[in-house]
């Protein structure tokens, strides 16, 4: 049988990132290295690397993220960038959106044994929550598809002029790339790769920052729901 790794101590820049949230912070950490390894929702290799490149790396998401808007974490897994981001800043209002019951009932468990009241979880798929919950300012999302895909499904789940927040490794750029045509036709007005974490993480968090205008969804969501709007008309 391997040996379960042991969760190392947190390294001093957690407590400043974590500020009085520091507890909860560790708490979390020790579901993740437990519970969240044996229940298979993150793997035994990255306790040993808990701390950096998961909770820190994605607490510093914080520093993109204006004051006081909605945000939802697409594909949340088990809770990340979602939770991190939560316990960093309660003056945002937080969907976990994910589509499997596994860990969407180690979601729930997490956000009540914090006590983190501005966070909701909700499962569900991104393409089929569309129009049931309420449009947010800020999409979040690490490691659930090429940002193509993942722009398909985000995008469409922002207010008019939000913006989707991706975590993505050293693959941005040439993501950007790829992605641009269909961005264009979601309605993204601007599309740029920035770094945050200075001080924090080494190396860098990289984050995909899509803006859109007014139609987010562009074409097919427009056209979608003029099509819904020209049903409803002849009936
Ligand atoms: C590789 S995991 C990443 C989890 C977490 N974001 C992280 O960084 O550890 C991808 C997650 O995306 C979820 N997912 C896949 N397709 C999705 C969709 N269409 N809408 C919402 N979530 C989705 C999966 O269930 C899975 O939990």
Redesign the pocket.
């Known amino acids: 049988m391997t040996e379960a790794a042991e969760l190392p101590e947190a390294p001093a820049v957690a407590r400043e990132v974590f500020g009085e949230r520091f507890p909860d912070a560790v708490r979390y950490a020790e579901l993740l290295a437990d519970a969240g390894v044996r229940r298979g929702l ?1 793997g035994p290799r990255e306790v040993p690397r808990l701390w950096e490149r ?1 909770l820190l790396n ?1 607490a510093v998401l914080s520093e993109a993220i204006d004051e006081g808007v909605s945000v939802c ?10 939770i991190p981001l939560a316990l960093v800043r309660p003056d945002l209002t937080i969907t976990l ?4 019951l596994r ?1 969407t009932t180690f979601l729930t468990e997490v956000v009540e044994l914090l006590g983190l009241d501005h966070v909701t979880v909700v499962r ?5 929550v569309l129009g049931k919950l309420p449009p947010v300012h800020v999409v979040t ?5 090429p940002l193509e895909r993942l722009a398909g ?1 985000g995008v469409p789940l922002l207010r008019p002029y939000g913006e989707m927040l991706a ?1 993505k490794g050293d693959t941005a750029e040439e993501e950007v790339k790829a992605a641009s045509a269909a961005l264009s036709k979601l309605g993204a007005v601007s599309t740029s790769v920035v770094q945050v974490g200075e001080g924090v993480v080494d190396p860098l968090s990289t984050v995909v920052r899509v803006e859109v205008g007014e139609s987010p969804g562009g074409v097919r969501f427009a056209t979608k729901k003029a099509k819904a709007a020209r049903a409803r008309r002849r009936r």
């Open positions: 993150i998961h994605c974490d697409v594909g949340s897994g088990a809770g990340l960038p979602g959106l994910e589509p499997l860990r569900g798929r991104a393409e089929e999302a690490r490691a659930v598809a499904w975590l």
